[in-house]
Each structure stands twice: as structure tokens, then as C-alpha cells.
């Protein structure tokens, strides 16, 4: 079968190998889809100390069971269609047991220590059925927009943290899928957006595909002032650090009312130091909320709402492409023209 595997020093490749068996007893499934994660981008374009060598890369990826081992939880059987999230607690440590499974101490991640989805198939290990993570999805005839529930997932669980309520100021510094989707899940719950987005080739593009947000392009002096304006003076209620820009979160903490929220989404290349300023947070009551990864729990929740429409998954998918053509797939992501790839089996009728 096909794979795209990772070799270290930021070498991909897609190679030839054999079809997986099921080691530890888990689930051989026939990949049908798997996105390009904005996380695969930063592997493809700067290598990843945390990925096995010869891995085979991907982690937002659905399905169809082939072969179950026996005694597996749940009612699975050959035949389903099937998603997961990624991250697979270990069960036993402190966070596990909270529920926070994504801040598992020994956390093991499709893509990273177990194979992941660009690939003909792939194994989703015991593990992954004993901790919950597998889940089946609705029967509809395109399944391919559930690829996106890993990245809703981890979307819902930053706005966990922050509180966004009905008639609230949401502002969002970054328009790539992740900002596109805290909008959406912002608007949802009844809150005016704003997005702050420097390029304007990219305001253009996502203008077209939001409705009712008010775009800021930043400038020199940030967003800040602007915001303020916006908002009568106030402020916005909760910002959001979708891009891992270091400025941005010092514009953000600046752009917040009094008992703000702020949520630092991206991380930031290096060490992060040196952005945000503790007095604003101090004298202004302000929240500062970090987000990792997602939870089987908030998996199924972002599958819903895209089963239910809530979020529309398919017009933030830009560009389908074979597993033959995930080079081509990976520089166009990395050249950032487009906002969503996902690699497909097949192109089905559509022919997209
Ligand atoms: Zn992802
Ligand atoms: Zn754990």
C-alpha cells in the first residue's frame, strides 16, 4: 500500500509498504480520508523532534472497520464507518482520571508513536477502543468533512476554557481553518466576531466564506485601538490567539474589557517568553487559558455539530487530493493558498 511516512529532518515520503496486521489487537481500517493538519504543515516545513522515525504521519483521518480483534469495547463490527481523536490517554495518570485526557503524562498520538492515516490503512490500536477514543460516524454518503472533527474538537475545547456568552465581543487574531471555525462556534453561541487578519489576499478569501464577522487588518500599532473603537471603548470579551504569532498575544491581552478571556491557542516557535503583561492581567481581573489537543468527548461533540450543520464543514475544505498526489497536497498547504487539503482515497463521483 501506499504511505506518507516521516523519516526525521523534515523528510517525508510517500513509499510502497506492507498492509499493517493487528499487532496489539486493535482495528485494521481502510483509510478513506485524512486532512492536513496545520500541525503536518509545521512537520512538512520545520521536522518534529516528537515523531517516530518512519512513522506514517496524519491524525484527522476516518474510515471503514476491516478486521476487529476479539473482546474490543463498544459494538463495533467490520463494515463501520469510523473516526477517532488522535491523542490516546494512558487511563492511569492524575489528568487521565480527570477526565483530561490530552494531558496525559504518557500521551501517544496517531502520527506520532502510532501510524497514522496517510496511508492505504492504518491500525487503530487497542488502546484507542479501550480509552473511547473510536467513534462511529453517521451514515451519510460524504464522510470526508468528519475529518475535520479533530481540529473542531480542539476548537471546542479552547472555548471551554473562556466562557463565550450570548452578546459577548469575540475577537479572533488569525483566519486559517482554526480562527474559521472559533468564529463560527463563537457565532453559535450567540457572540459578535471580529477577526484580525494582516493579509489581504486571505481577508478576501474568507470573507466569502464567513457571514456577519467584522474583519480588522492590525497595522503597525496592532488591533488593539481598533477594537476599542468597535466595542464603544469596552473591549472585546474574549481573545483569541488563533496563529502562533507573539505579537498577536500581546495585541490580544490589549484588546480585552476588564474580567476579559484570553485563549492562547497557537503556541509560539522558541521559547515563548516575553508577551504578555502581567500588570493588564492583574489590575484588569484577566483570564489566561492555554489549550493542547482534544478529548475523545469533545471529538463526538465536533461530529455532531457538523453531522447537524452547526458548523459547515465542507466549505472550509478547499481541495481534495489522492493519497498519489499528498506532495502536491503538502506544498499547497505550506504555501498557505489554501485553507483546508485533505487527502482522499478516491475522488468518487464528484470528481473533487
Ligand atoms: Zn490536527
Ligand atoms: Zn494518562
Not at 13 to 27: M, Q, Y
Not at 170 to 190: K, N, P, T, Y
Amino acid at each position: 500500500m501506499l504511505a506518507y511516512r516521516y523519516w526525521g529532518d523534515k523528510v517525508l515520503r510517500l513509499e510502497e509498504i506492507a498492509v499493517p496486521v493487528l499487532g496489539d489487537g486493535g482495528a485494521l481500517v481502510k483509510i478513506k480520508a485524512c486532512s492536513i493538519c496545520g500541525t503536518d504543515v509545521r512537520t512538512y516545513r520545520f521536522g518534529s523532534e516528537k515523531i517516530d522515525k518512519g512513522r506514517v504521519a496524519g491524525h484527522e483521518m476516518v474510515g471503514v472497520i476491516q478486521e476487529l480483534a476479539p473482546g474490543l469495547p463498544g459494538d463495533f463490527k467490520a463494515g463501520d464507518v469510523v473516526s477517532m481523536a488522535p491523542a490516546i490517554g494512558c487511563g492511569e495518570c492524575r489528568s487521565c482520571k480527570k477526565g483530561h485526557t490530552n494531558m496525559c503524562d504518557h500521551l501517544t498520538t496517531m502520527g506520532f508513536q502510532y501510524d497514522g492515516g496517510f496511508a492505504e490503512y492504518s491500525v487503530f490500536p487497542k488502546k484507542s477502543f479501550l480509552m473511547g477514543n473510536v467513534y462511529k460516524l453517521p451514515q451519510v454518503d460524504d464522510v470526508v468533512p468528519f475529518t475535520l472533527s479533530e481540529p473542531l474538537a480542539c476548537v471546542i475545547n479552547a472555548q471551554s476554557y473562556v466562557h463565550i456568552e450570548a452578546g459577548e465581543d469575540v475577537v479572533i487574531f488569525g483566519s486559517g481553518i482554526i480562527g474559521c471555525m472559533h468564529a463560527e462556534l463563537a457565532q453559535a453561541r450567540g457572540a459578535r466576531v471580529f477577526i484580525v487578519e494582516p493579509a489581504e489576499e486571505r481577508r478576501r478569501q474568507v470573507k466569502g466564506i464567513l457571514n456577519d464577522v467584522t474583519f480588522i487588518a492590525g497595522g503597525k500599532e496592532g488591533a488593539a485601538p481598533e477594537i476599542l473603537r468597535l466595542t464603544g471603548g469596552k473591549g472585546a470579551d474574549v481573545a483569541i490567539i488563533a496563529c502562533s504569532v507573539g505579537s498577536a498575544q500581546s495585541d490580544g491581552l490589549q484588546s480585552l474589557a476588564k474580567c476579559g478571556r484570553l485563549s492562547l491557542f497557537g503556541g509560539l516557535p522558541g521559547d515563548g517568553l516575553g508577551y504578555l503583561d502581567s500588570n493588564r492581567i492583574h489590575y484588569y481581573e484577566l483570564g489566561v487559558f492555554g489549550v493542547h489537543a482534544s478529548t475523545p468527548a469533545q471529538n463526538k461533540t465536533a461530529m455532531e455539530l457538523l453531522h447537524s450543520g452547526k458548523i459547515d464543514a465542507r466549505k472550509f475544505i478547499s481541495k481534495r487530493f489522492l493519497l498519489s498526489e499528498i506532495e502536491t497536497a503538502f506544498k499547497e498547504a505550506a504555501a498557505g493558498s489554501i485553507l483546508k487539503a485533505v487527502v482522499v482515497m478516491d475522488k468518487g463521483k464528484t470528481g473533487m
